[in-house]
């Protein structure tokens, strides 16, 4: 698993590990550390709309979180310390493996991050894989969106589907909207790394 893991990566430099020795020497002595990004918003772009929650699953390991509070909506907060405890997180990391995060989590955090001024991680500072991208490249299914792949594969998922109801009750600031919101956001990053396993590893 591992051989195969490091043919697909690359290094600092951009070239495969293969042919740079000393970055794959460094490679095997220090492993990076992974990570699978999910995060929950408002609405579909970042000038309209905040982050509701976001999680970061260690492999094999715990999930780093955050969620938005009734409080930070009420005071006009809204979601600059989530994103600012989110890129502190972020940078735990050496790669961070996200579903559709080119397209979207990944700039709707930059731009969130720009709003407030806040020190997002730079181009290639972290390393990021786009699992969505590796999915369809790989596969030829009716949809690629994540549930519908983990059904594919076995992989249970969507135990908490979000529902119109529950997301504007979320947008008022419901605790309870919010919790749910935020296991939805467990569960997606769970799922992800499941997947992770079985197509990258």
């Not at 009420?74 to 996200?98: Q, Y």
């Not at 720009?114 to 730079?122: A, V």
Request: charged letters at 30%; glycine letters at 4%.
């Amino acid at each position: 698993q591992r051989q195969m893991c490091i043919r697909d990566r690359t290094c600092s430099h951009g070239h495969s590990l293969l042919v740079h020795p000393v970055c794959l020497k460094k490679v095997l002595e220090h492993p990076e550390k992974i990570g699978f990004l999910d995060i929950e918003t408002s609405n579909l772009v970042a000038t309209y709309g905040y982050v509701f929650s976001y999680c970061i699953k260690e492999m094999d390991g715990d999930i780093l979180e955050g969620c938005i509070t009734k409080e930070d909506l009420e005071s006009g907060v809204f979601d600059k310390k989530l994103i600012h405890n989110l890129i502190r997180d972020m940078k735990k990391f050496d790669r961070l493996v996200t579903y559709y995060g080119t397209s979207f989590d990944i700039p709707f955090l930059r731009t969130r991050a720009i709003k407030y001024k806040l020190d997002f991680p730079l181009y290639k500072e972290i390393q990021h894989t786009a699992l969505y991208s590796v999915v369809k490249n790989r596969c030829k299914l009716h949809s690629n969106r994540l549930g519908v792949v983990c059904d594919f594969f076995n992989i249970k998922a969507k135990g908490h589907p979000l529902k119109p109801k529950v997301w504007f009750k979320a947008s008022m600031g419901e605790p309870k909207a919010l919790q749910y919101i935020l296991t939805h956001n467990r569960e997606d990053v769970i799922s992800t790394e499941k997947l992770y396993k079985r197509v990258i590893l």
